[in-house]
């Protein structure tokens, strides 16, 4: 296995945690039961994250109404996208061993 699977498994796994947390906050928000903090669903986005966080937040229809989480997660999926398209498609391609 090289690195670059190391990396693959843990942005399927960091996403799949973003969208698990969209949809358990929401059902907490529910319920009335204690939340997740929102700092804790960017930090989340913010670690690679985004794209679970985003299709969460539209999926379960949560956080759609606060404007930072509204742009905040697609902005910050389009600069982990360009970042991805920069890093492998760019004038200095990176590559692992």
Known sequence: MNSINYIEIYLVIINILGFALMGDDKRRAIKHYLRIPEATLFAVAIVGGSLGCTLGMFIFRHKTKHWYFLFGLPIILFIH???FAFLY???I???FM
């Open 81 to 83: 996208l360009l970042t």
């Open 89 to 91: 498609f760019g004038p």
């Open 93 to 95: 391609q990176f590559s």
